[in-house]
């Protein structure tokens, strides 16, 4: 559940000159507008449905999202508690440049500097919906469940001899 929305002043700025350029970078901004829109409008009840990740995801920053605009665009997320931080907008190889200048990136909000949005949407009542796990940790777990010592001397025998 997402309470609410921060953007960055580098991914504002970013935004900015991808509006300016027109073409395939303007419609990955309205994209992304799009996106964020959806997410200030019904983040708090169905936050990971509010767009389209990428198929490999992300492992350089820890809980680093990245969305698929289309036309080789990304935009690069941060989810922070229950707030989602969005961090730099561009194409694919811009973003992965962005992320290996970041790697590892810890990021602290700060309320008073006006880039805070609240997202609307009525939370659910249910207290076990509120605690829910993201839905890649519970796949992660139910596959780890499976796997048992057996399994897992198969795996890396040639390894440990």
């Known amino acids: 559940m997402i309470l609410s929305v921060h953007l960055?002043?580098?991914?504002?700025?970013?935004l900015n000159e991808l509006r300016e350029k027109g073409g395939s970078s303007s419609l990955a901004a309205k994209k992304a507008d799009d996106l964020i829109n959806r997410l200030l409008l019904r983040g708090r009840d169905c936050s990971?449905?509010?767009?389209?990740?990428?198929?490999?995801?992300?492992?350089?920053?820890?809980?680093?999202?990245?969305?698929?605009?289309?036309?080789?665009?990304?935009?690069?997320?941060?989810k922070n508690g229950c707030n989602l931080v969005f961090l730099f907008i561009g194409t694919h190889d811009e973003c992965d440049r962005w992320l290996e200048r970041n790697k590892g990136l810890q990021y602290e909000i700060y309320e008073k500097n006006g880039n805070l949005l609240e997202t609307k949407g009525i939370p659910s009542t249910d207290f076990s919906y509120q605690q829910a796990k993201d839905p890649v940790d519970e796949y992660e777990d139910r596959l780890m469940a499976k796997i048992d010592d057996k399994i897992l001397r198969k795996i890396f025998w040639g390894l440990c001899e």
């Open 48 to 78: 990971h449905t509010i767009g389209k990740l990428t198929k490999n995801g992300e492992l350089r920053i820890k809980y680093c999202k990245k969305y698929d605009l289309g036309n080789g665009y990304r935009l690069i997320s941060l």
């Open 8 to 14: 960055d002043p580098k991914f504002k700025k970013s």
